[in-house]
């Protein structure tokens, strides 16, 4: 295989591809670093969660001292045997902080069940307010841990991106664009800069190698539907593909290479799909060079959302029977099975109601998510 074209990375050499780079697919990465990386949650700034601790923790106070005061006649002071606003306020905190000097006591049997029902309780919400933090950091790891073992009972039939980027993140925004959902991409690529980035644009990170089976299972690969394989070299990518067509026979592989003549065997591996990015860019820079006006609308096509859409659809029942050139979609090709006809051929004259067809239509505009 040839690997002459550059990585995305300028500062990265490149290499052929030998044996050396096959490695025991079987064998468990065991590095902590690599691991899955879920969409963090929207959280509120530092010091608004402190203030909001302590306005709970003084709701608290507050409410304590007036159930306090409110049954004062049950309260005993041994200064002078009353119990003021002041001191219920003072008995409030001392029993909240647990210090308990027993200055003041409860001797009525209203108070004491008071004691017991309402402000011990009261005292336990107290101290989780106050140490809240600090149980928050403690139980992230076991949160993080469920939340990935949910993740991984849930999902299925999703899309695997292996490689995240500039070709990976076309490829995602182009999903999203066709109403994918965020919550059923998984990226893997085997930079942190890239999982980080993929998590904040809200999607499922993994972080490792896509040529090991271990990295791929983290990704739930064997039950996607779809596998996008998009790394920075093409022998990488014929190897990623190989394992991904072995962990799943049945998802759709679409892969990403270089150079043309490394595309039949990246085909070979199991992907059904190759695009060569260098020979695409440079027809389409022919294509400008001699038509700056059709390389423009080349690159419109390209775009999704953007001013016209290539998209694909069944035929509906009302369709069928009829002629691709009667339908209000302008139709480029009829996919019948597994053959792509162009609609100017005789077999695509009269549309069947199990083809689909490739229309151009105006594009919808992309929604954030």
Not at 164 to 189: H, W
Not at 316 to 330: V, Y
């Amino acid at each position: 295989m040839s690997n002459s074209n550059p990585p995305d990375d300028p500062g990265a050499r490149p290499s052929r591809l030998t044996l050396s780079r096959f490695r025991d697919q079987g064998t468990e990465d065991t590095d902590p670093a690599r691991r899955i990386s879920l969409p963090a949650r929207r959280t509120r700034p530092p010091l608004r969660q402190v203030g909001r601790r302590l306005l709970l923790a003084l709701g608290v106070l507050v409410a304590t001292t007036l159930i306090v005061y409110l049954d004062r006649d049950g309260y005993n002071d041994n200064a002078n045997g009353s119990v003021s606003f002041l001191d219920s306020a003072y008995y409030a905190t001392v029993t909240l902080s647990t210090t308990g000097y027993g200055d003041i006591t409860p001797v009525s049997d209203g108070a004491r069940l008071v004691n017991i029902f309402v402000i011990t309780p009261l005292r336990v919400v107290f101290l989780i307010i106050l140490v809240g933090t600090t149980l928050e950091v403690l139980t992230e790891r076991t949160r993080l841990q469920w939340r990935i073992e949910r993740w991984r009972h849930v999902v299925r039939d999703h899309t695997v991106v292996i490689g995240y980027g500039t070709k990976g993140r076309s490829a995602v925004d182009t999903l999203l664009g066709q109403g994918v959902p965020k919550d059923s991409i998984v990226v893997v690529d085997p930079q942190p800069r890239a999982i980080d980035q993929a998590t904040h644009d809200g999607l499922v990170g993994v972080l490792g190698d896509a040529t090991r089976t271990a990295t791929l299972m983290r990704a739930e690969l064997p039950r996607a539907a779809q596998v996008v394989v998009a790394p920075e070299r093409d022998d990488t990518a014929a190897l990623i593909t190989l394992t991904a067509r072995q962990l799943n026979r049945g998802a759709t592989v679409v892969a990403a290479v270089r150079e043309d003549e490394n595309a039949p065997l990246l085909r070979q591996s199991g992907a059904d799909v190759v695009v060569t990015s260098s020979s695409s860019a440079g027809r389409l820079l022919g294509m400008s060079m001699l038509s700056p006006n059709a390389g423009a609308v080349m690159e419109d096509l390209l775009t999704y959302g953007n001013g016209l859409d290539v998209t694909e659809r069944p035929v509906t029942k009302a369709e069928a029977g009829q002629s691709p050139r009667e339908l209000p979609d302008l139709v480029v090709a009829v996919v019948r099975g597994r053959r792509v006809l162009n609609y100017t051929e005789p077999e695509a004259a009269v549309l069947q109601l199990t083809d689909r067809l490739i229309v151009i239509k105006p594009g919808t505009p992309v929604v954030p998510q």
